[in-house]
């Protein structure tokens, strides 16, 4: 089984600025993923992070607004740019090894913009 | 675009057996079935998976039929504590990647 260090666990942000949260997993592995839950909504799938190449986003989001990297096989950063209140949700990282066919998640950011 | 779909809501009551199903449509081939509860401001956690037939740990069944386009998550004997979202995960291949996708999400509340 993997750990998932997921943080910051939570943060209040100022319209327009930017946040960074980071995926810090003790095993290397071959997938991770970003999602977003906003408030009584499911869990959305923002982008697959891709180690050494650009992530893969899903339709309605963008690396302007999502920009991620993968450096390497156990980290990855998800950030949240000119965040507007609309952007006020949790994002959860989750992996998934091809070794391994459960998917784990870090524990979740939850994000309130002002 | 692939939809995993469930049921919106459930009401249940203590003692009871739960049936959660969800449609997965295009699971891909070799992927499992995984299913996730969720307590308010809490992340997923797992409850039980399963790639086909019937699997069965301490705290659930899961049922999957031979399509594999569909899974049930039973609950026997609810109680209180197991008011959650409810959550099926499937990995689908679409334009030749591979993404996990979560359902819609089962809100299930569980009276005395």
């Known amino acids: 089984s993997a750990v998932i260090s997921q943080k910051p666990s939570r943060d209040i942000c100022q319209r327009g600025t930017s946040l960074t949260i980071q995926c810090q997993v003790d095993s290397q592995v071959t997938m991770m993923f970003w999602y977003r839950q906003q408030p009584g909504q499911s869990l959305t799938l923002i982008a697959t992070a891709n180690q050494g190449s650009e992530a893969t986003y899903e339709s309605g989001f963008v690396i302007d607004k999502f920009p991620i990297s993968r450096p390497n096989l156990t980290f990855s950063t998800l950030t949240v740019s000119n965040m507007s209140p609309e952007d006020s949700s949790i994002y959860l990282c989750s992996v998934d090894d091809a070794a391994d066919p459960e998917a784990f998640f870090g524990q979740g950011t939850r994000l309130t913009v002002v | 675009l692939a939809k995993t779909t469930q049921p919106i809501s459930m009401d249940s009551y203590e003692g009871q057996e739960v049936n959660i199903t969800c449609s997965h449509n295009n699971i891909a081939t070799n992927d499992y079935i995984t299913w996730y509860q969720q307590f308010p401001s809490q992340g997923p956690r797992f409850i039980i998976q399963?790639?086909?037939t019937k699997v069965t740990n301490e705290v659930a069944s899961l049922f999957i039929p031979a399509d594999r386009k569909s899974s049930t998550l039973s609950l026997p004997r609810v109680s209180l504590s197991d008011t959650a979202v409810y959550y099926c995960?499937?990995?689908?291949?679409?334009?030749?990647?591979?993404?996990?996708?979560f359902g819609s999400g089962t809100r299930l509340l569980v009276r005395p």
């Open positions: 995960l499937v990995g689908v291949v679409l334009d030749s990647s591979y993404k996990l996708i």
């Open positions: 399963g790639y086909k």
